[in-house]
């Protein structure tokens, strides 16, 4: 059980559509993040949320949206999407009372 | 603002002998610092966090709060050691974010 899945793994999409990647945990962490992962610049954080109904902007949330309306989901939509939002990204959830997050194998997109 | 640095993306080693993966921040309060690795086709997964003072797998780090460093070592490299190693610090308390380094890309060759 990985108890943090996300999906799909891999898509491919035009620019200009909605994209949305799942994220979904069954530890019932109250903490949830999204990262982007590219080469030469590491893991930036998109958004986070500490709770359900509850979500703030990382360092990189332009283009992005996200909403947490049950505890376990923490979908990532890509309104418009554009060649910049080619990336890996990651989803990661962590319990109150640490700073340890646990990720997801990842998303792999690509915006034609 | 917080930062952390990982000054070599690239580190190649021979199996047997020491690596250390460089990592400096910088942050005024009192930071928590971790390794995270990433193998490959596998998920990002914590290795280390400074306040445990353990060894994973062989690797060691120490706080240098003087130097500002968090340097992962290992006496003796494994061919399963290659892989990419992420530092990344929180400020601590109830704040939850992660800010990672850029990472180092270790090769450990036969």
């Known amino acids: 059980d990985a108890g943090i899945t996300q999906s799909p793994r891999y898509k491919i999409t035009e620019t200009g559509r909605q994209v949305t990647l799942m994220c979904h945990q069954t530890?019932?962490?109250?903490?949830m993040f999204w990262y982007r992962q590219d080469l030469g610049h590491g893991l930036r954080l998109i958004y986070y949320?500490?709770?359900?109904?509850?979500?703030d902007k990382g360092e990189v949330p332009d283009g992005y949206v996200v909403s947490r309306s049950k505890t376990e989901n923490f979908p990532l939509t890509l309104e418009s999407a554009t060649r910049s939002q080619t990336s890996v990204y990651f989803c990661?959830?962590?319990?109150?009372?640490?700073?340890?997050?646990?990720f997801g194998a990842g998303t792999r997109l690509s915006v034609l | 603002a917080q930062r952390v640095t990982q000054p070599e993306k690239l580190l190649s080693v021979f199996k047997g002998a020491p690596v250390e993966l460089k990592c400096n921040y910088s942050?005024?309060?009192?930071?928590?610092l971790f390794w995270y690795v990433q193998y490959s086709r596998q998920r990002l997964q914590l290795l280390l966090r400074?306040?445990s003072r353990e060894s994973i797998k062989g690797f060691t780090a120490d706080l240098n709060k003087g130097e500002t460093s968090f340097h992962l070592k290992k006496p003796f490299a494994q061919e399963e050691d290659s892989a990419m190693y992420y530092c990344?610090?929180?400020?601590?308390?109830?704040?939850?974010?992660?800010?990672f380094g850029k990472g180092t890309l270790l090769t450990v060759n036969p």
């Open positions: 990661a959830s962590s319990a109150t009372g640490t700073n340890i997050q646990y």
């Open positions: 530890w019932s962490h109250s903490y």
């Open positions: 949320s500490a709770a359900a109904d509850i979500t």
């Open positions: 942050y005024s309060g009192s930071p928590e």
């Open positions: 400074h306040i």
């Open positions: 990344a610090l929180t400020s601590g308390g109830s704040n939850y974010k992660l800010t």
